[in-house]
């Protein structure tokens, strides 16, 4: 017996209690299983995805493997009828009638993962045409007013060390809205004091240069000169240190701010506020897609109409 597999285990036992017909759909569904995990590792081995988004597939995707199991079926098998079947039991999650309520961009995250499963599996032109992917809700996350940005900076405030490296790691990453992988990610060459911008290491390898805000170079700066010295033990090249001296995770952030993408989506709000472009927005993100960006959109309307009623002899 393979004790390395569980399903190899499960479909021994199962077999010695079969008849042969049986024993011979077992051992090709259990080989499909052993398969798809093989083929599941090789599709998450892809050097475009973050590892944020590779743990978040690699769940979604043993819960598609799941519901493959209790259909009967192997991947090559999948159709618009089973894809279907697996969004609406998502759906049914959602409305409450399983357990677990799923939000509508995670529901839309896992059926990407199967989608793009089934396009590296067995080829773009066998990923079902339909509908699945759920409709997002257009209203913006909750955004902190800058009045609230201000209170959450200020109670981080403090002249030890690590209250001057969590200012620092606040004021940059609401400052230049990174996420909280990049901004953990940062090396020292990444901040550029001279030229006052940020080189950040993005989503799939994607990278951009962002400015670096007056404020966020003051708190840096001190960081950098009073409070890194005294983390640093021995030779690394990351920014943000740990007490440990090594580079610091993103389950420190979430210490300091509960939901740190907040201020990823305040810096896009008050950015739009005070008259940035839209585009501009999408290339300080990192937005491969305008339509991404577009998330935002309500705000550039509101901010037009106060424009029209100032401007126009009609308003």
């Known amino acids: 017996m393979n004790r390395a597999h569980p ?3 499960l479909a021994a036992l199962t077999l010695r209690n079969r008849g042969p017909q049986t024993g011979f759909l077992l051992r090709r569904r259990i080989t499909s299983g052993v398969e798809l995990d093989r083929t599941i590792d090789r599709f998450l081995a892809s050097p475009s995805f973050s590892e944020a988004t590779r743990r978040a597939y690699r769940a979604d995707l043993n819960e598609f493997a799941a ?4 259909q009967g079926a192997a991947l090559e098998q999948i159709d618009g ?11 049914a999650a959602k409305a ?5 309520r799923l939000a509508e961009r995670t529901i839309a995250r896992k059926l990407a993962a199967v989608r793009g499963l089934i396009g590296f599996a067995l080829g773009p032109a066998r990923v079902p045409e339909l509908a699945l992917k759920p409709r997002r ?28 490296r969590n200012r620092a790691l ?17 090396d020292l060459v990444d901040v550029d004091f ?4 940020v080189h950040v290491h993005g989503k799939g390898g994607k990278e951009r240069v962002v400015p670096l805000g007056e404020e966020a170079a003051a708190w840096t700066g001190r960081y950098l000169h009073q409070a ?34 907040r201020l990823r989506h305040a810096f896009a709000t008050h950015l739009l506020e005070g008259g940035a472009d839209l585009r501009v927005i999408q290339e300080l993100l990192g937005h491969s897609s305008l339509s991404t960006t577009q998330m935002y959109s309500h705000v550039d309307s509101r901010r037009l109409r106060r424009v029209y009623d100032r401007a126009h002899p009609r308003s």
Do not use: I
């Not at 009828?81 to 969004?87: M, Q």
């Not at 409450?96 to 677990?100: A, F, S, T, Y």
């Open 7 to 9: 399903r190899l285990a």
């Open 67 to 70: 519901f493959l199991a209790r």
């Open 81 to 91: 009828r089973l894809l279907a079947l697996y969004a609406a039991e998502l759906g």
């Open 96 to 100: 409450g009638r399983q357990p677990g």
């Open 137 to 164: 809700s257009r209203h913006l996350p909750e955004t902190p007013r800058p009045d609230e940005v201000d209170e959450l900076l200020k109670a981080s405030e403090g002249e030890g060390p690590l209250d001057l």
């Open 170 to 186: 606040l004021e940059l990453v609401y400052s230049a809205g990174l996420r909280s992988a990049e901004a953990v990610g940062l």
């Open 194 to 197: 001279e030229n006052e911008t």
């Open 228 to 261: 890194r010295p005294q983390l640093a033990c021995g030779a690394n090249n990351a920014f943000f240190l740990s007490v440990s001296g090594r580079r610091l995770d993103t389950s420190t952030l979430r210490r300091l701010v509960r939901h740190p993408h």
